[in-house]
Each structure stands twice: as C-alpha cells, then as structure tokens.
C-alpha cells in the first residue's frame, strides 16, 4: 500500500473523531503516504493530525456558491470534475470514505479505485457499502436506539481497523505561542484553568448559561475561558455582562489556537461540541451533558475518565430537539449535578451518583453509570 486518501469533508468534531482512523492507517501501513481530503475552510483542522501527509482541501463553499448562481450549474460541474480528476491522478491504493452524505459517496465512487471502504456512489448505478464494517455501520444507523457503539469505533470498522485506537495530535508552535499571550494577557492568574464552550452547531447541544454559572459558583478558584465561534461570541459577552466569570476568546482564535487554549486547560466544560474531542486527543479532563438528540455513546469524547451528564427516556435518541416541545431528556439533569461533577473531575475524583464516566479498551469506548438512585447500567460497546 503506497497512497491512502481518508475522506472527511465537514464538521470539525467528525474530523478530530477521525484522527483514530489515521493513526491506525500509519500503523498498519508505516511507509504510505497518506492524504486527507475535506473542506478547505477546515483544512486548519485536519493539518492538526500529525498521521496525514497532507490535507487537501475540496472546494465545496466554492461549489456551493455556484450552485446557488444564475447559469452555475456548469461552472460547478467543471470544479468538481477538475477536482476528482486531479485525485484520480495522484493514484491512490486505498480511498476510505468517513463521509456518510451524498458529497462523500460521490467522491469514493467517482475516484473509481479498486480497494474502496466505506459508502460509495458511482456514476452509474446504485449506492454501494464497501467492506463489513461499513454495513454494519448503517445497519447501526437503521436501530440507532439499541446501538451503543461510538462513532469513532464505526469508523474504524469502516476502516477495517479494531477498536479502541487512540488518535493524535500536534499544535503548531505559533497556536501554542498565541494561547499563551491570550491566557497571561485575558486570564491572568495561579488558579486552574476551566474551558468553557457553552454554544454549539446546534442551539439544543449547547448548556444553558445557569448551568455554567453554578459551575463557576462550585469552582471559586478557577480561572474560567470561553472558546465558541465568533457566532457564539455575543451570547457570551450576554453571559459575562449577567454577571458570569471569565473573558471571552471566542472568534479572537484559530482552531489551532483554540485547541492549544484546550491543552492548558485543567477541565474543559461543554455541551457535545468539538471541544470534547479535542479534550479527549489532548488528555484533558471534561464534563458534559447530552440531551435527546445526541448520546455520548455515540458521540462521546473517546478517551479515559470523561464525565457526562446523560438521563435517556424512552424517546431517545430523537430527530426533534430543536421543536420539542416537552424535552423530558433534560429532566433528570441538573446544573448542581454539573458543578459537583466538574468539582470531581478537576480534583481527580470519582463522578458523582447518576453521572457517566468514559472508559477506552480493546473493545472501543464504553460508559458506565455511577451508583444512583435513579436507572444505573452501562452503555457499554455492543
């Protein structure tokens, strides 16, 4: 095996999730060159795997523009074209598609090469599902409710790779220089270091502001940072004006730097946001809630010790989180629960009764429930 190309195009935390599956490619194939393909506004991401050659950027914002253009359907055709022609020329042995949506399989499919894993979509004819790992994956999709299986696991299968691969990463010094200068001049002090995101893609992922608050109140020597895009920025400054802790770095940093403020940080705080995965690559403690739409065996950060705050009824996992009416997920949850977990974790101890911890092992991610008088089992890989 001498070129791989690793299809990834969107969503920063799929393309961190991701990295596991790159460390296990450079093991299995030491002497391979191997490519990442995705978005080129998230090109920053990707280039923090220390296990790919390079990272390829595919224009979709570009090609989304056009479609949207009076007359650019064939200007985007050309791109795209162009653009598969040029990997079609680097030759590649291996394509391994992560990349569930339609862009993806049409990529895998269009490349044409002979060892493709993952969901494929040729130019002609019906959607095919390459290798056994990724039919088990969409037959995982299809009973999602009885899944327990982490999406990182699934991608490794995909992969053909085992389970419970740990991925890397690596922060270039200037993002490590600039988190520096942002923390002495932003967040000066002894105390530890509490990052916050408290945003997310969607607005039913993110924690509600009373829930950092009494964080912040069980936490009095800590020093607290909110990272977020610059979307979430305003929020924040809402937050801090009410009365909350800390300064705001969101939309003053890279992705780079955002991840390097993530490594100083003594306990990351956060909803299921991309700043759990970058915790969980980084060795960081963190705490988190997940409600309906989203459970942490699916998307959990993959690594040791992680804590989250999770009470599924029985409508979980579900398509309506941002219409509920009646989120009955968020009813066994509370923002004291969260402060006496984020208490725990940052001083190394055991969750608190009703909270899950995260174990990593050979047979990939699993969670366990502490003693609670509530339902207590185990949300362990099936």
């Avoid at 306990?267 to 690559?281: E, I, K, P, Q, R």
């Avoid at 040791?304 to 309506?320: I, K, Q, S, Y």
């Amino acid at each position: 095996m001498r070129r791989i190309l690793v299809i990834q195009l969107y969503r920063a935390g799929d393309i961190l999730q991701s990295f596991p599956v790159l460390r296990g490619l450079r093991s299995a194939h030491p002497g391979a060159l191997i490519d990442l393909l995705t978005d080129e506004l998230l090109t920053e991401v990707g280039a923090l795997c220390p296990d790919a050659d390079r990272v390829l950027g595919f224009p979709r914002p570009v090609l989304r523009r056009l479609l949207q253009e009076p007359g650019g359907n064939l200007a985007a055709l050309y791109l795209a074209a162009s653009t598969v022609e040029r990997l079609r020329a680097e030759r590649y042995d291996l394509v391994v598609n992560l990349h569930m949506d339609a862009l993806g399989r049409r990529i895998a499919g269009a490349l044409g090469v002979g060892r493709t894993l993952g969901p494929v979509q040729p130019p002609l004819g019906p959607q095919r599902l390459m290798g056994q790992g990724t039919r088990d994956f969409f037959d995982a999709i299809a009973r999602r409710r009885e899944s327990r299986r982490n999406l990182v696991d699934h991608f490794l299968g995909l992969a053909d790779l085992p389970p419970g691969i740990r991925g890397a990463i690596s922060l270039p010094r200037s993002a490590s220089m600039r988190a520096d200068g942002l923390l002495a001049a932003r967040i000066p002090g002894r105390g530890p270091l509490v990052v916050v995101q408290s945003g997310a893609s969607r607005a039913f992922k993110g924690l509600p502001t009373a829930w950092i608050r009494a964080v912040q109140e069980r936490l009095p020597g800590a020093r607290f940072g909110w990272i977020g895009s610059s979307g979430e920025r305003a929020a924040i400054e809402e937050a801090l004006a009410a009365g909350l802790k800390g300064a705001c770095l969101a939309g003053e940093t890279s992705f780079p730097e955002a991840a390097a403020v993530v490594a100083r940080a003594a306990l990351v705080v956060s909803g299921d946001t991309a700043a759990l995965h970058l915790a969980a690559l980084l060795g960081r403690p963190s705490v988190s809630a997940y409600f309906g739409a989203q459970r942490p065996q699916d998307t959990g950060p993959y690594g040791d010790g992680h804590f989250c705050l999770f009470e599924p009824p029985e409508c979980a996992p579900c398509d309506l989180a941002e219409g509920c009416d009646r989120p009955v997920c968020k009813d066994g949850l509370s923002a004291a629960l969260l402060a006496e977990a984020g208490a725990s974790a940052l001083e190394g101890g055991p969750p608190p009764p009703g909270v899950w911890v995260s174990s990593l092992g050979p047979r990939g991610l699993e969670w366990s429930r502490s003693a609670a008088p509530a339902r207590a089992g185990s949300l362990a890989a099936a």
